[in-house]
């Protein structure tokens, strides 16, 4: 029995990294989010040789590195980057660990936080309140002059208990966590996927929404929503942030014709 030979399949032809970058830039307009403590944008070059394949992921972590370069990747993506204020400062200890595989790869990483979150198409928010089966989106949630969330409604209204389970099956993975202090019945909804917390739960309150739906709960989140008269749920900040980073590397990967990988960890926290 012949063996298929390894050029059978041809390889893509190496996109230049300056082109996918370009195009990045230009969907998700990183330079309108000034107040972001993200550096968004390409946050270590690499690549030169071009890019074949993309890998994404929601953390840059050494884990995530290891999973996409063994896929060949040479271009990686994610919505949680490496460079946050001033904290690559120094090239050292757990900051060595983050950058030094990359350099030593020749692999580049490109991180999208809140561009990805308020993207009405590709973002988390968008893309979570689509699989709820939200509609009529609207921009929700102010954090820092921005709105990063969205609210919609529901074509007819459902009882929490349903309402739950769709947010649990979409968000696999997470730990889900809930207040039960809004109708039986909900209609309108805000999601702020990740670290929504008290602050965007008291938007939801005085925009007069049945539920706000988000990805932590803490203390503070957990007192101000039992006095409330909404419904909070929280599945999970990992679990609620898949979405937007699958969406734009997906559509990267068919405007350039490249191949692509999501390395999913299923963090529960």
């Known amino acids: 029995m012949s063996r298929a030979s390894a050029t059978s399949v041809p390889r893509p032809r190496p996109v230049p990294l ?47 590195y290891e999973a996409a ?25 757990a900051n060595y660990r983050l950058v030094a595989p990359l350099i030593r790869a020749d692999a580049a990483l ?63 993975g997470g730990e889900l966590h809930h207040v039960d202090h809004g109708p039986a019945r909900v209609r309108t909804v805000g999601v702020v996927t990740g670290g929504g917390g008290a602050a965007e739960y008291a938007q939801a309150l005085e925009a007069g929404l049945d539920a706000f739906i ?4 803490n203390l503070t989140a957990w007192n101000a929503a039992s006095i409330g008269n909404a419904h909070y749920a929280a599945a999970g900040h990992y679990a609620t942030e898949r979405f937007g980073i699958r969406a734009i590397t997906e559509h990267i990967a068919q405007r350039f014709s490249l191949p692509w990988d999501f390395i999913d960890f299923s963090v529960a926290l």
């Not at 390409?42 to 929601?58: D, I, K, N, P, Y």
């Not at 060949?72 to 400062?89: D, F, T, Y």
């Not at 590709?122 to 009529?136: E, H, I, M, S, Y």
Request: glycine letters at 12%.
């Open 18 to 64: 300056a082109d996918i970058v370009r195009e990045l830039d230009r969907l998700l307009r990183p330079e309108d989010f000034v107040n972001d403590v993200s550096h968004n944008g390409l946050q270590v070059e690499g690549a030169s040789q071009g890019v074949t394949r993309l890998c994404c992921g929601v953390d840059a972590t050494p884990a995530f």
């Open 214 to 217: 988000t990805g932590e709960m």
């Open 110 to 172: 490109y991180a999208a936080h809140l561009p990805l979150d308020a993207h009405p198409r590709f973002g988390n928010n968008a893309g979570l309140a689509r699989a709820l089966g939200l509609t009529k989106l609207k921009p929700f949630g102010c954090w820092h002059g921005y709105s990063v969330g969205f609210q919609g409604v529901l074509p007819r209204p459902v009882r929490w208990e349903t309402l739950l389970e769709r947010l649990a099956a979409a968000c696999p």
């Open 69 to 93: 370069l063994a896929r060949g990747a040479r271009l990686l993506l994610v919505h949680h980057g490496i460079s946050w204020g001033s904290s690559l400062n120094r090239i050292a200890g």
